[in-house]
């Protein structure tokens, strides 16, 4: 099925089998392949993608921050991306997008600065691994031993696989000691994020998520905190202790694939509503805005 599909690969489009770099190119070597995971949904008027400029610009700037040039315009790409998602002929699932140094290399420094560019496109069920009826609907959670990287070692904001070893090893934890995501604190012992996910807080009524400055600037996490703000909920974003899990009355992770996701267990505390009040107010206003049918965050959607 995905040896059938096309991708998009520097400035063409290839059979999916047929996009290969060698395993001596420095982004395989070094890591330092940026990259983007984003949904398209199916609407009335077609499929459509969300928030395909926030996207872009974060993908602009993970280049920027590691002094890598782009090939393209971002209007090019982003054109390149809706011809890839009509070509599909999917209605609804996701793309990667990759920014990467094909040129073989012995050294860390990468040969040139101008990268290479490709997408990817493929269904939910391939991104789960699994239908989307047997997909959790909540998850357990624990505190890993890991901390978050700290924004005085690496370009945090940069969205480069190298630095996701971070969330790949705290991940690896939580599943050693039984649970199904993992919590990062940050160097300073403060709540920070999941793995690969930003994590929300609600209590008394507030929504609460880690500041930014040593987490991603998540494009689902900025969307949450915009939508809560037009349905009268209270935002709140600062420095978390780990005590706040204790304290929450309910908690969920975000991301790109679950935009909300449920967390029905932290460490040894068992949460007795899942999902709480809030949470399905929020995960049902985020559905009704990616489907198309929510008249004041259509201009999120670009159509296919």
């Given amino acids: 099925m995905l040896?059938?599909?096309?991708?998009?690969?520097?400035?063409?489009?290839?059979?999916?089998?047929?996009?290969?770099?060698?395993?001596?190119?420095?982004?395989f070597g070094r890591g330092s392949a940026i990259f983007e995971v984003i949904?398209?949904?199916?609407?009335?008027?077609?499929?459509?993608?969300?928030?395909?400029?926030?996207?872009?610009?974060?993908?602009?700037?993970?280049?920027?921050?590691?002094e890598m040039e782009p090939p393209l315009t971002q209007g090019a790409l982003q054109e390149a991306i809706l011809t890839l998602v009509k070509r599909s002929g999917m209605k609804s699932g996701f793309f990667k997008l990759y920014g990467f140094y094909p040129e073989i290399s012995f050294k860390i420094l990468p040969p040139q600065r101008k990268f290479q560019v490709a997408v990817c496109p493929f269904?939910?069920?391939?991104?789960?691994?699994?239908?989307?009826e047997s997909a959790p609907r909540s998850?357990?959670?624990?505190?890993?031993?890991?901390?978050?990287?700290?924004?005085?070692?690496?370009?945090?904001?940069?969205?480069?696989?190298?630095?996701y070893v971070n969330g790949m090893?705290?991940?690896?934890?939580?599943?050693?000691?039984?649970?199904?995501?993992?919590?990062?604190?940050?160097t300073q012992g403060f709540i920070a994020e999941g793995g690969t996910e930003s994590l929300f807080l609600v209590h008394k009524g507030r929504l609460m998520t880690s500041a930014l400055g040593t987490v991603l600037q998540s494009i689902t996490r900025k969307t949450l905190l915009e939508v809560a703000g037009t349905m009268g909920i209270e935002t709140v974003t600062g420095l978390l202790n780990p005590g706040a899990l204790d304290e929450a009355d309910e908690l969920?992770?975000?991301?790109?694939?679950?935009?909300l996701l449920p967390v029905r267990q932290v460490g040894d505390r068992i949460l007795n509503e899942v999902p709480g009040p809030l949470t399905r107010r929020l995960s049902e206003r985020m559905a009704a805005i990616t489907s198309g049918r929510d008249d004041q965050f259509r201009h999120w959607l670009f159509p296919a």
């Fill in 169 to 186: 090893v705290a991940r690896m934890e939580s599943r050693e000691k039984g649970f199904d995501y993992a919590i990062l604190l940050d």
């Fill in 39 to 66: 949904g398209f949904h199916d609407t009335p008027d077609g499929p459509a993608v969300f928030r395909l400029d926030e996207y872009l610009s974060r993908f602009w700037k993970s280049a920027s921050l590691l």
């Fill in 3 to 27: 040896n059938e599909r096309e991708v998009y690969f520097n400035g063409e489009y290839r059979r999916w089998d047929k996009a290969n770099v060698h395993i001596m190119s420095h982004s």
């Fill in 139 to 163: 998850v357990t959670a624990f505190v890993s031993r890991w901390r978050r990287l700290d924004p005085q070692t690496v370009p945090i904001e940069a969205k480069v696989a190298a630095n």
């Fill in 123 to 132: 269904s939910a069920e391939e991104a789960l691994g699994q239908p989307l």
């Fill in 252 to 259: 969920f992770f975000s991301g790109t694939s679950a935009k």
